[in-house]
């Protein structure tokens, strides 16, 4: 009887092993073709992380949530990951994990990453900085999502995905005029970017009207093509935005400090001190990189791209007092320009 028992219990493991097999097999794909079968999502696709004890079991846990479309699943560590998308065409989406496996579902028509059906059903409308007609990727940067019915004359922080970048990172973009990255914004006068150098090259932010992107996404920006900038200050004047443009913007890595490499003025409604700065390199408080006998970012109190003789602009600098006296050196100034600054917003198309 026990051994009847016992013979019983292994055939009943053995199909409902074979019947969960087949039934996840139904719905899921393991989809190899193309690309090296140990190529996985990358983790900015997941939205859970939970362990699960097979591939089966993963895969199971993932169908029965609406918003889980493809799973990674890592053996050594029985690790399941739930992802919101699938690996796009040209795998920009993806990484190579010699103990990861990569399922996607097989009948999962609706929109990915949080979009919606528009409302002729025909396709998808999509959130976030995602694109495609499933939303499936991520846009490269603010201009690719202007053209989009859905973005368009919109401003909002989503994702974007630079051909040079490691992976996302998020920006403002103001999906007009053909679309605008915004790399700094300054409207809070208590709001300070006397940061560190960690703080500048990593980015911060506290709110919507006070953001730096951070020097390593610039830098991918510029490698990728977006080589225009532009810098707009507001005035005391509630109806004077006066904003100078420039062509050619390029800065080099962390290894040389982000050295300007080059920059051409193309117009300006006030000076602006870019195109003296090309060769100086970025100084914060704690990382000194000019050759001037004084520390240049705490005098101005900003991060910078500072040379011998500081800079005859301070971009960065705190917002201006109200009053008519003259502007201390730590607060935003540029030279030629008498009037008071109370907003700064550089962007890069």
Known sequence: MEKFKLFYSVISCYLTHVWLTTAISEIFVANYAGYNKHRVLQRFESYETLTAHSVIECARICSKDDRCFSINYLETVSECQLNHGIVVEDFSNSDISQNGIYFERTNKNECQHGGFMNGNNTSCDCVDGYTGNRCQRLIHDCMDGASLSYY??????????????????????????????????????????????????????????????????????????????????????????????????????????????????????????????????????????????????????????????????????????????????????????????????????
Not at 239 to 268: A, C, D, H, M, P
Request: glycine share 10%.
């Open 152 to 349: 368009a004359g919109v401003r909002a922080i989503v994702y974007i995905y630079p051909n040079t970048a490691p992976s996302p990172f998020q920006i403002t973009c103001r999906f007009q005029w053909g679309g605008r990255n915004i790399i700094m914004e300054h409207f809070d006068r208590d709001f300070t970017f006397n940061r560190t150098w960690q703080e500048y090259k990593e980015g911060f932010n506290n709110s919507r009207a006070n953001r730096w992107i951070g020097l390593d996404n610039i830098y991918y920006m510029t490698q990728a093509g977006l080589t225009g900038l532009h810098i707009e200050i507001k005035t005391t004047n509630p109806s004077q935005l006066l904003s100078s443009g420039f062509k050619n913007f390029q800065i080099t890595n962390e290894t040389e400090n982000y050295k300007i490499l080059g920059i051409v003025e193309r117009y300006n409604n006030f000076p602006v001190c870019m195109p003296q700065l090309i060769g100086a390199e970025f100084s914060t408080y704690d990382a000194i990189h000019h050759n001037s006998s004084v520390n240049c970012a705490a005098a101005y109190g900003s991060g910078w791209w500072f040379n011998g003789d500081c800079t005859s602009c301070n971009i960065n600098g705190r917002l201006n007092e109200p009053g008519n006296g003259s502007v201390p050196i730590h607060e935003v100034f540029v030279d030629g320009y008498a009037g008071r600054i109370v907003g700064v917003k550089m962007w890069l198309v």
